[in-house]
């Protein structure tokens, strides 16, 4: 299965962050195809292994909303 999840940034201390990441390493541990797009540009983001990380363009979220759709294709 194709995963696709969505999220500020993943080196955030937070608990969303924390709940992406472990999501993340657990789907791709089980077999399936998982991408991590993270929303905040600035951010250094390190996904797990077998994971992989998209980040957004630094723009307005219109932007960042195309340039998802785009990649999703």
Known sequence: MRVLLIIHSLS??????????????YL???????TVYTTHPEQEDV????VSLVKARKA???AQTRHLARYLR
């Open 60 to 62: 307005n979220v219109v």
């Open 12 to 25: 955030e201390p937070g608990g969303a962050e924390v709940v992406a990441y472990q999501w993340a390493r």
């Open 47 to 50: 996904a797990p292994e077998g």
């Open 28 to 34: 791709a541990q089980a077999g399936d195809k998982v």
